[in-house]
């Protein structure tokens, strides 16, 4: 069974950096170009930026490019997130997302950024 | 950056009835289109995609269609497991975008 398991998420105060992670297991995580999708609260769905199997390749959405570094670790089957400079705007919940076209999601993990 | 409008943002039908959602891009997107579907505090889920191929497992009254700039997911015979919020997604070109979502209830 294809799993994919966020965690980091939580409060962080403004201006702060924190790193998610998201750890697969059912599938050859290195057969696959992984992603990371948010959605604020109430609203709809943001691509941030994907990255391929071997980490040669990163793309990122250009309005979020500076604020986010996608990176992998395929001996670990996890796929991680890192974000600086958080404001209030990046409060969402983060997704783990298998492939641009997503055919598996993780459950979300919520960051909320408040003083 | 491709923006895709989609329509209607909030729908009520009866159970047995056939909706359909649309959106547009603000480009042609050459059938690079998905449709997910995202149930109360759940994950969206892929329902659709090129435009008009049912992902593994997805009910059958779920169908796609469309072609340029226009395309449209239709649900025949609603069900109540259907009440949902559905999101379309180019993925034509970088970065891939989404819709705003229909948020469908019964009525």
């Known amino acids: 069974e294809v799993k994919l398991v966020e965690s980091g998420g939580g409060l962080v105060q403004p201006g702060r950096s924190l790193k998610l992670s998201c750890a697969a297991s059912?599938?050859?995580?290195?057969?696959?170009?992984m992603g990371w999708v948010r959605q604020a609260p109430g609203k709809g769905l943001e691509w941030i930026g994907e990255?391929?199997?071997?980490?040669?390749?990163?793309n990122y959405t250009p309005s979020l490019k500076d604020k986010f570094t996608i990176s992998r670790d395929n001996a670990q089957n996890t796929l991680y997130l890192q974000m600086s400079k958080l404001g209030s705007e990046d409060t969402a919940i983060y997704y783990c997302?298998?492939?641009?076209?997503?055919?598996?999601w993780g459950q979300g993990v919520m960051v909320t950024v408040s003083s | 950056d491709i923006q895709m409008t989609q329509s209607p943002a909030s729908l009520s039908a009866s159970l047995g009835e056939t909706v359909t959602i649309e959106c547009r891009a603000s480009?042609?997107?050459?059938?690079?289109l998905a449709w997910y579907q995202q149930k109360p505090g759940k994950s969206p889920q892929l329902l659709i995609y090129?435009?008009?191929s049912l992902h593994t497992g997805v009910p059958s009254r779920f169908s796609g269609s469309g072609s340029g700039t226009q395309y449209s997911l239709k649900i025949n015979s609603l069900q109540s497991e259907d009440v949902a919020s559905y999101f379309c997604?180019?993925?034509?070109?970088?970065?891939?975008?989404f819709g705003s979502g229909t948020k469908l209830e019964i009525k």
């Open positions: 480009e042609d997107i050459y059938n690079g």
């Open positions: 090129n435009a008009n």
């Open positions: 059912g599938f050859s995580f290195n057969d696959y170009w």
């Open positions: 997604q180019q993925y034509y070109d970088y970065p891939p975008t």
């Open positions: 997302a298998r492939e641009a076209i997503t055919d598996y």
């Open positions: 990255i391929n199997q071997d980490s040669s390749t990163i």
